[in-house]
């Protein structure tokens, strides 16, 4: 099936035979690359030019001579981008036409992509497959893929935060596991902090990171931004007091005020006690596996979040303390089609095969990344895994950030207030005020873009063949 | 006679007709295009639909200049070319001095080993590097506490990293001025000292009356090529601070990174850019001027 991109490539063909001998076969080479939309080979098989990062771009091509053995009228071709340029990397690829069929995206930049109309809605799709697939899926992780009712990409793996922490470490402390809730955990870690003296700290929280304000907010309530998305919110009460429970954290001494970039080796830190908890995802159960010492692993492991339990709860939650869960991020990377590729459908292909849950299974075993579908879980190496076991926890409990193009940038604007907060260099007040009139800014776009008319993530146009 | 000369300009247009051209395209069409851009909002949105970009005037001056962000960053680029530019410049006339003097020998492995550093790549450098100025395991410190002076947090410290980054980037570049130094030394006749010396002059007053004098205009492009490098400041901080720590190693080029590719504000980043130029442009007519008042 060889797709042509334009009707003049028969008029270039004729030019071609006309040249002379020498030009002739350079002249072919080039022209070859340049209609590469998604054509066929020499022995007639379509190539799937597939982006994907770090080291998912490297093991995936463990996944593939099944693929290809399966379609023998199909070829993937993996790029393998580093995480640190990928997002650069597929906006330039979008500005210079250059994307590719299908590729790998963080699931925060779903709304940009969409902005951009760089990815194709997959509903239409979507509808052949049967109902109990998609609710496979974790639904906190699939509701980032959507956008206004349109589904526009699939998650291939899934990421959130909770606690790694010292078991040996709490149990000093008197607690058999970490507590369930805001008030026990900062009693712990106060416990925590007093046996470990000035030098260590209870819990490590680089103050370059948004995620851990962020999550304590969205636990509270707090709805971080008001008006469809169209103002910052973080003067707003629960969000203040989320973020001076955060500051107070520092205050007290629980959390020592440094970056991540000053942490001149996390798992030799944590092994020497420098810190009994850190929150963090899953890919670092590999990397504790790996990193730490024998002498520590027998006395770590990992816990969901603690919840916000009002004081006096009335009526009081339900379920025993085993369930009070406190929300963590929906975070994770999916996998998406673009809009402008030719082969769309060779894409949509190899695309379902990577969401079968053996594959997922099998891309676990692979990686370390945690499956997006529930039924893979069932896999005995990840049922075996007693620290993913908190993650499964964790999954059903999940809140996703502002699905704007925007956020990134507001998360970035919320780092630096909140580091200027915890050196005291502003008060609470003056850093949220500063921080709401910095995303007002920010969002002055998507204000203008609204009150056009103008939808900032259009939804649901139909695809460019 | 006329008609000689039409021809002479003829082929001479004919000659750099490519070359010209070749600049226009290349470069006063983006610069063109460069600062069109700094007069909209280009953003992500337009990028998606050129119906959602916006001309906005002076706005992204306007509003570059209310951002505190921008003045830190320009404090930090004043810093980095007052400080850095002087004791590069310094360092590369002293490693010239000492290189072409009489009494050096093996002056070819000196000035291919000083100017080592200029072509070796930076990333590597400043990985490099990073193991020197490590706060525990660094050789620097290591080197302190033997003179019994406490570790220094070297690129973690706010009130440290930018020295550092200056140390290292007058380390990287020095070797090049001086080569240009050392070809300038070289042009003054030895008569002249010749002279000097009959007449007793010390080795001071022979380099206060002969050798800077005649080394003017050699100065005085170094020290421009210096400047204008060192406003431009943007791989040293971006490879091995990503301009922490507390913004304290952003540069004006950084943020216009950022800006723009992070961020994708291409207009917000091209108004940085137009700033930054204006201020090169006043900072090199201010040294012809005191160059020429002498």
Redo the contacts between chains.
Sequence with gaps: MISRPFPGAAAIAVTLTRMSPPIRPWFAVLLALWLSGCDSTADRAVVVEFWAMGQEGEQVKALLPEFERRHPGLKVRVQQIPWSAAHEKLLTAYAGDAMPDLFQLGNTWIPEFVALRAVEPLDQRLQAWPQAALKDYFPGILATNRLEGHTYALPWYVDTRLFFYRTDLVAAAGWTELPATWEEWVQAMTRIKALAGPERHAILLPINEWQLPVILALQRGATLLRDRDRYGNFREPRFREAFAFYLSLFERGLAPPVGNTQIANLYQEFANGAFAVYVSGPWNIGEFGRRLPAAVQPHWDTAPLPAWIPPHPNPPPPGGRESWVGASLAGGASLALSRTSLCREAAWTLLEFLAEPEQQARFYQLTGDLPARQSAWADPALAGNRYAQAFRRQLQHLRATPAIPEWERIANKLTYHAERAIRRQVSVDEALAALDRDVDRILEKRRWLLSRGVQPSPAGQGSAR | MKGSERHAALSAGIFLAPALLLIAVFFFLPVLAALLLSFS?F???A???L??L?FVGFNNYL?LLQSPLFWTALGNTFYFVLVGGPLSVGVSLGAALLVNARLTRFPGFFRAAFFLPVVTTLVAVAVVWRYLY???YGLLNYGLSLLGIEPI?W??DPNWAMPAIILMAVWKSFGFNMIIFIAGLQNIPTTLYEAARIDGASAWRQFRYITLPLLGPTFLFVALMTMIGYFQVFAEPYVM??G???NRTLSVVLLMYEEG????NMGYASAAAFVLFVLILAGTVLQLKLQKSR
């Design positions: 909002d953003d992500i949105y990028l998606g639909d119906n959602r916006r509003q490590h706060p525990r947090d690129l973690g601070t990503q922490g720590p507390a590719f992070r961020w994708w």
